[in-house]
């Protein structure tokens, strides 16, 4: 029994292959391409591995890449089924204003988070960053309800919009200074400083609502480029969306989990 396990993003597809559909579940292989390649998984990484029982994904990327997706499972006999956010699932109840409209990696990270959260202790507020393509910032409460997050360009996106929008400025290779005395050094400290000051102001925001310290969890592919530009205390967790898609499976597949 094997279960596949999901993540579309913007700019890259994330896949998990584990022993069974449940948390703790025994990972078997993963890998990851970017996707203009997802043509290249059905007689690539993908005919290498053991048919999967079950699947289901997470995807942002809109329904053209998820059609290509499950073009290359058609050499499995599997049902794909994908996660869209609902009112409550996986101990998270959704407080936007139409919850169907919330990202469903925002949904599944949020899950993944919570999980993560119960296994080590009580239950606490937690702020859910993913620093990708795009950031994301969420805010949950001890109860597990997701009171609201933020959305803001990813380091790529807030550079680019610089180089289109000011004459003389270009992608940066510099790095993060407190003081930056050139503008290689000044663009790349001021993307990160602003993903840092949205994150610190999201934890505040939390800790003043809620009157105890937040958990802060932050994942996606830039999130280790952050770590040592943030003053809010985080755990750095690499696949937070598949830990969520494991609640989620176990929940809907029982009897295999």
Same mark, same amino acid.
């Given at each position: 029994?094997?279960?596949?396990?999901?993540?579309?993003?913007?700019?890259?597809?994330?896949?998990?292959?584990?022993?069974?559909?449940?948390?703790?579940?025994?990972?078997?292989?993963?890998?990851?391409?970017?996707?203009?390649?997802?043509?290249?998984?059905?007689?690539?990484?993908?005919?290498?591995?053991?048919?999967?029982?079950?699947?289901?994904?997470?995807?942002?990327?809109?329904?053209?890449?998820?059609?290509?997706?499950?073009?290359?499972?058609?050499?499995?006999?599997?049902?794909?089924?994908?996660?869209?956010?609902?009112?409550?699932?996986?101990?998270?109840?959704?407080?936007?204003?139409?919850?169907?409209?919330?990202?469903?990696?925002?949904?599944?990270?949020?899950?993944?988070?919570?999980?993560?959260?119960?296994?080590? &202790?009580?239950?606490?507020?937690?702020?859910? @960053?993913? @620093?990708?393509?795009?950031?994301?910032?969420?805010?949950?409460?001890?109860?597990?309800?997701? #009171?609201?997050? #933020?959305?803001?360009?990813?380091? &790529?996106?807030?550079?680019?919009? #610089?180089?289109?929008?000011?004459?003389?400025?270009?992608?940066?290779?510099?790095?993060?200074?407190?003081?930056?005395?050139?503008?290689?050094?000044?663009?790349?400290?001021?993307?990160?400083?602003?993903?840092?000051?949205?994150?610190?102001?999201?934890?505040?925001?939390?800790?003043?609502?809620?009157?105890?310290?937040?958990?802060?969890?932050?994942?996606?592919?830039?999130?280790?480029?952050?770590?040592?530009?943030?003053?809010?205390?985080?755990?750095?967790?690499?696949?937070?969306?598949?830990?969520? #898609?494991?609640?989620?499976?176990?929940?809907?597949?029982?009897?295999?989990?």
């Amino acid at each position: 029994m094997t279960f596949l396990a999901i993540d579309v993003g913007n700019t890259r597809l994330k896949w998990a292959m584990y022993d069974a559909p449940r948390p703790g579940a025994r990972l078997l292989a993963d890998g990851v391409c970017f996707l203009e390649n997802i043509e290249k998984l059905g007689e690539g990484d993908w005919a290498r591995l053991p048919a999967p029982t079950q699947m289901l994904g997470c995807n942002v990327a809109g329904d053209a890449v998820k059609r290509r997706v499950q073009e290359q499972m058609e050499l499995w006999d599997v049902a794909p089924q994908w996660v869209i956010a609902s009112a409550a699932e996986g101990g998270i109840t959704n407080g936007y204003d139409h919850p169907t409209r919330l990202g469903p990696d925002r949904w599944v990270a949020m899950i993944g988070a919570r999980a993560r959260l119960l296994a080590k &202790g009580p239950p606490r507020p937690m702020v859910v @960053v993913m @620093v990708g393509t795009a950031v994301t910032v969420e805010a949950v409460d001890a109860s597990g309800h997701f #009171l609201g997050g #933020l959305i803001l360009p990813g380091h &790529g996106i807030m550079l680019r919009a #610089l180089e289109s929008g000011t004459a003389g400025l270009h992608v940066p290779t510099g790095e993060v200074r407190c003081f930056p005395t050139n503008t290689s050094d000044a663009l790349t400290s001021g993307g990160t400083f602003a993903i840092a000051g949205a994150v610190d102001c999201m934890v505040r925001h939390l800790r003043d609502k809620s009157g105890e310290e937040p958990a802060c969890f932050m994942t996606g592919g830039a999130g280790w480029k952050m770590a040592p530009s943030m003053s809010s205390q985080f755990e750095l967790v690499e696949g937070l969306i598949f830990d969520g #898609l494991l609640v989620l499976a176990q929940s809907r597949y029982p009897a295999a989990g």
